[in-house]
């Protein structure tokens, strides 16, 4: 409940799509989107597309995002990207803690963790990716899988930077695959994500976190999904790469 306390937010996630010249050709085709005033559009996009990206919307309200960084902020880090990096390109955001980052490249609850302070540290917003797996989900264990990603991520955080993060809600099964949590469960985790978030900060400070759900949203569930008092907007993959269905799920987000 209290949706107005946080902002909804609708975000692409690229992933390793889109080459910096088609860039310019998608961003382009979203411009219109610009005009939309209630729901935040936020592009997280390869690194190499970031500067292509945020010259083509400049002057709009539609910010760049990153989809990963390093928790250092130089250094002998062959092939990987600090925050400073991201924010210097122009990007506002970052996805931290991707489910195909932590099952592909390594990133632990702990390697999350430092990567959401170094972040917030450099001045990014970042975007925190938490979800189970279809087994896990089988086993009943979603909700203690949910609190120890959460809790993990957000330790050691002071109550003035934790205001700065974004959860998703991205159930694992559900990424890429076209099976879409159903909302009322969607919902359900996103509701417990912020009872876990009160837990730890209190209600005032929790309850101006926007929770996204992300895993093949697409133009025709969202209106369900965006419909729940839980789920403050959505994180989306393959869907995001059409300008028209990403345009319809920001229609969709509209109150
Ligand atoms: C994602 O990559 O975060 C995602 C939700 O992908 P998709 O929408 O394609 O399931």
């Not at 080459?19 to 411009?31: D, F, G, H, N, Q």
């Not at 010259?55 to 130089?74: D, M, P």
């Not at 929790?206 to 994180?235: Q, W």
């Amino acid at each position: 409940m209290d949706r107005r306390y946080r902002k909804t937010i609708i975000a692409g996630n690229w992933k390793m799509n889109i080459t910096p010249s088609e860039a310019k050709k998608l961003t382009t085709a979203l411009l219109p989107l610009s005009a939309v005033k209630d729901t935040s559009i936020v592009l997280c996009v390869p690194a190499i597309d970031i500067t292509t990206v945020k010259r083509t919307l400049r002057q709009t309200r539609i910010a760049v995002g990153g989809q990963n960084c390093h928790f250092e902020s130089k250094g002998a880090f062959t092939g990987e990207i600090s925050p400073e990096m991201l924010i210097d390109a122009g990007a506002k955001y970052v996805i931290i803690g991707h489910s195909e980052r932590r099952s592909m490249f390594g990133d632990t609850d702990e390697i999350v963790r430092k990567k959401i302070a170094s972040a917030i540290a450099a001045g990014l917003r970042p975007i925190l990716c938490v979800g189970e797996t279809e087994e896990q989900r089988k086993q009943g264990v979603t909700e203690e899988i949910i609190r120890v990603q959460i809790k993990s991520a957000v330790y050691g955080l002071s109550a003035d930077d934790f205001r700065k993060i974004v959860v998703a809600y991205e159930p694992i099964w559900a990424i890429g695959t076209g099976n879409t949590a159903t909302p009322e469960d969607a919902n359900e985790v996103c509701k417990l994500i912020r009872t876990c978030l009160r837990e730890l900060y209190g209600a005032r400070p929790s309850r101006s976190i926007s929770i996204l759900y992300g895993g093949s949203m697409n133009e025709k569930n969202a209106k369900a999904l965006l419909a729940m008092p839980h789920i403050d907007g959505g994180l989306i993959g393959g869907a995001s790469l059409k300008p028209d269905a990403f345009a319809a799920i920001v229609e969709a987000s509209k109150a």
